[in-house]
T-cell receptor
Framework: KAGVTQTPRYLIKTRGQQVTLSCSPI?????VSWYQQTPGQGLQFLFE???????NKGNFPGRFSGRQFSNSRSEMNVSTLELGDSALYLC????????????FGPGTRLTVT | AQSVTQLGSHVSVSEGALVLLRCNYS??????LFWYVQYPNQGLQLLLK??????LVKGINGFEAEFKKSETSFHLTKPSAHMSDAAEYFC???????????FGQGTTLQVKP
């Protein structure tokens, strides 16, 4: 099976702009979760989508949003970018139930200048 | 509160030596525990998982971990380190309440020739 894919792999944006990141899960996986990874804060959960519905949400401002399509592909959007949004954004897919193991994509490296 | 603590942000071993990476969790319910590895500029790769079937769990690349409920620990070991094991390792706990993986801060493993 093909793994989780994320596009683009690298992005450079300017403060105030918005960005959309894409994630294609492993075939058959219905759950997609997004994480932000930074040196200072480590890995932090953004949100999870299951069958096109946001099922769980982390403690991030409303500038961070997402959606999931009927084919389980997911997009994450960040509006009004801030310098602190520079991070590696990881997408993970899973079946959505036990045993809850998640499989990660290679990530999108976002740099905000 | 549910949490994961990895003791030691940096561990250095010689090639061929035993690898021991420590992880302790805090949870009021039986946990689902995972170890992931991250190589530079890559996503996270699942090494192994504990889902209550067996306390000693074997994973990929010769790694294994033992779940000890009395010590609330899930330490990762490998009998003989290889240069290719140099990477960052994350212990994670699945939180059923929030539907997310809670990660430790990570341990960087250095393998010296």
């Amino acid at each position: 099976k093909a793994g989780v894919t994320q596009t683009p792999r690298y992005l450079i944006k300017t403060r105030g702009q918005q960005v959309t990141l894409s994630c294609s899960p492993i075939s058959g996986h219905r759950s997609v979760s997004w994480y932000q990874q930074t040196p200072g804060q480590g890995l932090q959960f953004l949100f999870e989508y299951f069958s096109e519905t946001q099922r769980n949400k982390g403690n991030f401002p409303g500038r961070f949003s997402g959606r999931q399509f009927s084919n389980s592909r997911s997009e994450m959007n960040v509006s009004t970018l801030e310098l602190g949004d520079s991070a590696l954004y990881l997408c993970a897919s899973s079946l959505g139930g036990e045993p809850y193991e998640q499989y990660f994509g290679p990530g999108t490296r976002l740099t905000v200048t | 509160a549910q949490s994961v603590t990895q003791l030691g942000s940096h561990v250095s071993v010689s090639e061929g030596a035993l690898v021991l990476l420590r992880c302790n969790y805090s949870s009021s319910v039986p946990p689902y525990l995972f170890w992931y590895v991250q190589y530079p500029n890559q996503g996270l790769q699942l090494l192994l998982k504990y889902t209550s079937a067996a306390t000693l769990v074997k994973g990929i690349n010769g790694f294994e971990a033992e779940f000890k409920k009395s010590e609330t620990s899930f330490h990762l070991t490998k009998p003989s380190a290889h240069m290719s094991d140099a990477a960052e390792y994350f212990c994670a706990f699945y939180s059923g309440n929030t539907g997310k993986l809670i990660f430790g801060q990570g341990t960087t493993l250095q393998v010296k020739p």
